[in-house]
């Protein structure tokens, strides 16, 4: 007489109940797993798709034991939802590079807008209306988002850091004495976190805001001239100037603050500190 093998109970992995708590429950063996992982809820396996796939139906989802990856199958939809459904990915695949353009297209239009804005502010307004209503359309469209641009480049150029370095190699190096040993230290960057998002920031700002202070310098300074355009020439080149003079004084007396700096032995203290650790030591003995 055969022995007929034993069935295990059915249990499911993810609500824990058995084939005897609930008689009508669809069961599904999805995985190659064995044993108590083996069986699992119909309901409950969708449900636990739902939290693994976030709304991507079509995303493939493994067991988490075996790794064994599930084979869902759909019903068959119409034409009418077929179409849809591929519009829809179509949308969801073209949707980012339309977010780039659209992007591009902003920065480009601002580009513009800014360029025409700073001729005006340059030549005069009725001036730089003149002259943009009568020149070439891709002349503008081409020539006014290179405004930015090429004061954002000119704002890289850091002349100044030249200028301290040329004045440190004939300078103070010759100040050192023969054979010296003394470390030297490098140029310190534009304030703290130099290099960072701060210093790109900075950059980015100084040179958009450099025509409105040129026209500002020009107006101060040289408003006997009737030309706009040669007071703002003339402001600007008058704010580089001052703005470098001080730039290169403020980075000597940084680079020879560096220069001179001094580290203390461990033990070592100031006059004030050792009468402080004096005035506690007698207190200490006063007390005992």
């Known amino acids: 007489m055969a022995l007929v093998e034993e069935q295990?109970?059915?249990?499911?992995?993810?609500?824990?109940?058995?084939e005897r708590d609930d008689h009508s429950a669809e069961w599904v063996s999805p995985c190659r797993c064995k044993g108590c992982t083996?069986?699992?809820?119909?309901?409950?396996?969708?449900?636990?798709?739902?939290?693994?796939?976030k709304g991507n139906s079509s995303g493939a989802v493994s067991c988490p034991q075996c790794g064994t990856e599930y084979h869902i199958t759909f019903p068959k939809m119409g034409p009418l939802v077929y179409f849809l459904q591929h519009v829809d990915g179509s949308l969801s695949r073209a949707s980012p590079f339309a977010?780039?353009?659209?992007v591009v297209g902003t920065i480009y239009w601002s580009a513009v807008?800014?360029?025409?804005?700073t001729v005006m502010q340059v030549v005069g307004h009725k001036k730089g209306l003149y002259v943009m209503e009568r020149a070439d359309p891709l002349f503008l469209l081409m020539g006014l988002p290179t405004i930015p641009v090429a004061l954002v480049l000119g704002k890289m150029i850091r002349w100044e850091d030249y200028i301290v370095r040329l004045w440190q190699r004939f300078y103070y190096k010759a100040?050192?004495?023969?054979?010296?040993?003394?470390?030297?230290?490098?140029?310190?960057?534009?304030?703290?976190?130099?290099?960072?998002?701060?210093?790109v920031s900075r950059t980015l700002?100084?040179?958009?805001?450099?025509?409105?202070?040129?026209?500002?310098?020009?107006?101060?300074?040289?408003?006997?001239?009737?030309?706009?355009?040669?007071?703002?020439?003339?402001?600007?080149i008058a704010f580089v100037l001052i703005k470098g003079v001080l730039k290169v004084y403020f980075k000597q007396q940084q680079y020879i603050i560096q220069a001179n700096r001094h580290i203390l032995n461990y033990p070592e203290r100031s006059e004030g500190?050792?009468?402080?650790?004096?005035?506690?030591?007698?207190?200490?003995?006063g007390n005992e």
């Open 205 to 236: 700002c100084g040179a958009l805001i450099f025509p409105t202070i040129a026209s500002v310098v020009g107006r101060l300074l040289f408003r006997r001239m009737s030309s706009s355009l040669q007071r703002t020439v003339l402001g600007g």
């Open 8 to 18: 295990p109970e059915k249990h499911c992995w993810v609500c824990f109940a058995t």
């Open 38 to 53: 083996k069986w699992i809820h119909q309901s409950c396996l969708q449900r636990w798709l739902d939290e693994k796939q």
């Open 175 to 199: 100040s050192l004495p023969p054979g010296s040993s003394r470390y030297l230290p490098r140029v310190p960057g534009d304030g703290p976190g130099a290099g960072d998002h701060l210093s």
């Open 99 to 102: 977010a780039v353009g659209v």
């Open 273 to 285: 500190e050792q009468a402080e650790a004096r005035e506690e030591d007698t207190e200490d003995s």
């Open 113 to 117: 807008t800014y360029g025409a804005v």
